[in-house]
């Protein structure tokens, strides 16, 4: 990939469209209500990755996800650069798994204190070799499919669609919102930095790849630790 040479001087101009800033907005609140309602109501799901079905269901959300930021960004001239699907330096990637380690480690240091990881649910008990290959595809899914979606909505839509307001406003409100749409109040603070790590990385590379990579990265992390944990 090509390196953009100034961070912000390639990115469109910060002109207010309706459609996407109203729309994005709109999807934002159902996403923060469907988390916090999805995490009040749900039971069990501590055997979901050892399910096809949930690789299957978050497949076709995420497209449906997908085709609706592309709808939204249309107002814009050039769709796809709007929204950050642009050539990048590689050093944006570096620098976006780097703060991502930070994050990381700072969810690791609350993670005794808040239990976000423990209130989200998702990780099985017991390992079951027998699911094998469902876990696999779940975690292939959940490390390349949703990074690329959530990006693409979060840091690219969101934070385009947001940028008349202030780049630095952009960045938190977009960051706040990624963090409170999983409706896990444990896991708050390092999600809401996670958010707005990779929103500022967004607007100085001009690009949301370095973030689906680093978002990859740390989705992958989890369920390898996930993994090892199970089998060891």
């Known amino acids: 990939m090509q390196t953009t040479s100034s961070p912000t001087s390639a990115t469109p101009s910060n002109d207010y469209k309706a459609l996407p800033f109203f729309g994005w907005s709109a999807l ?5 209500v469907g988390g916090f309602a999805s995490q009040a109501s749900s039971g069990d799901n501590s055997t979901v990755f050892y399910d096809y079905s949930f690789a299957v269901g978050t497949i076709v959300i995420y497209a449906f996800l997908a085709g609706f930021t592309f709808l939204l960004a249309l107002p814009y001239a050039k769709t796809s650069e709007a929204i950050g699907l642009n050539p990048f330096g590689w050093r944006w990637v570096g620098i976006a798994i780097g703060l991502i380690i930070g994050v990381l480690l700072v969810a690791a240091a609350l993670e005794p204190v808040l239990h976000g990881g423990k ?5 099985p008990e017991t390992w079951q070799p027998e699911h094998a290959g469902a876990f696999l595809v779940n975690g292939i899914v959940i490390s390349t499919v949703v990074p690329f979606t959530e990006e693409l909505f979060f840091r690219g839509l969101g934070v385009r669609a947001l940028r008349f307001i202030g780049d630095l ?3 938190v409100v977009t960051g706040l919102v990624f963090g409170l749409s999983h409706g896990i109040l444990g896991a708050l603070p390092p999600l809401i930095l996670f958010g707005v790590a990779l929103g500022w990385v967004r607007l100085r590379s001009d690009s949301v790849w370095p973030g689906v990579i680093a978002h990859g990265f740390y989705n992958a992390t989890g369920i390898l630790i996930v993994y090892l944990q199970l089998a060891h």
């Open 169 to 171: 406003t952009a960045v």
């Open 28 to 32: 934002a609140v159902l996403f923060v």
């Open 119 to 123: 209130e989200q649910g998702l990780a």
